[in-house]
């Protein structure tokens, strides 16, 4: 897979706990298990794949142990000589946009993992620290609010600039990072208020997901208009296999070498330059 993998939030809009909990629970009866082995999947599938996990037979599933919802963590994050774009980068990274949430942990293409963070800065001055035996050096709220506001305004102005330059989609009057429109893709599949129902964000079944379909973006998918993104646009049609690097077209096989005059039944070498631009044909770029 091309890029990071990301994942929507998928518990329940109405968040409801059981109806959460359905959306991660193995209940299925596995082909392999036969006869008395299968009566005891149907009456108790949880158990059964417990054991099934615990005694080797099944390496495909994990055996997790959820956290229940609103149990808060504490940790630290230290950071050190860091110019104002990177911390600017990080605190951006932390706190995202009001009503999206970061994803953490395992089981997240199921919907689990979804958290909150809230961040709290504290920086010191090395210089005023060092310089006394009783001064900590560390700076005041408002002052640490003032350091915050002044890198991730220097972030901003980076990306922004990075973005025109390289022609990203963006709106009319750019004032945030959301106004970048790839920004804004991964803002919208970050949401957590106002987040897609679950059976629109499904996993795909492998029948399908074998197909190679073109998914559609996360506008498509929030019911917004789709931005005209750089590149050949996706259609209907775009459900063919992309080559690896040792593979053909499917038009390619068959054919005649120039030299030597073999036929050529099965797969060949591409250049790059080929490979890229197939890349660019069956690929959307988001």
């Known amino acids: 897979m091309r890029g990071h993998k990301l994942y929507w939030h998928r518990w329940p809009t109405t968040g409801d706990l059981p109806e959460g909990l359905a959306l991660v629970t193995e209940v299925d009866t596995p082909s392999w298990a036969k006869g008395p082995k299968r009566e005891r999947f149907a009456a108790d599938p949880q158990a059964e794949w417990r054991t099934a996990v615990r005694s080797g037979h099944d390496e495909l599933h994990t055996l997790i142990r959820p956290v229940r919802p609103g149990i808060p963590f504490r940790g630290s994050l230290r950071f050190d000589n860091l110019t104002h774009v990177e911390l600017g980068a990080l605190l951006v990274a932390i706190r995202l946009p009001d009503g999206c949430r970061h994803k953490l942990g395992m089981g997240k293409p199921l919907g689990m993992g979804s958290v909150r963070l809230e961040a709290v800065t504290h920086v010191v001055d090395r210089l005023t620290r060092y310089s006394s035996w009783r001064a900590t050096g560390e ?27 390289i022609g ?35 996993q795909l079944l492998l029948k399908v997901f074998q197909e190679r379909r073109v998914l559609p973006g996360p506008h498509r998918v929030c019911e917004l208009p789709e931005p005209e993104w750089p590149g050949p646009a996706p259609t ?8 690896s690097n040792n593979e053909a077209e499917p038009e390619d096989r068959g054919r005649t070498d120039e030299v030597g005059g073999q036929q050529n039944s099965g797969p060949r070498e591409i250049s790059e330059a080929q490979r890229r631009a197939l890349t660019e044909r069956f690929n959307r770029r988001v």
């Open 168 to 202: 990203e989609p963006m709106a009319t009057d750019p004032r945030d990072l959301g106004d970048v429109k790839r920004l804004e893709a991964l803002f919208l599949l970050l949401r957590w208020e106002e987040r897609p129902p679950p059976d629109r964000t499904e």
């Open 236 to 243: 209907a049609a775009d459900v063919e296999r992309l080559p």
């Open 139 to 165: 700076l005041s709220a408002p002052e640490v609010e003032a350091v915050e506001q002044c890198c991730r305004d220097q972030f901003l102005a980076v990306v922004l600039q990075h973005a025109n330059r």
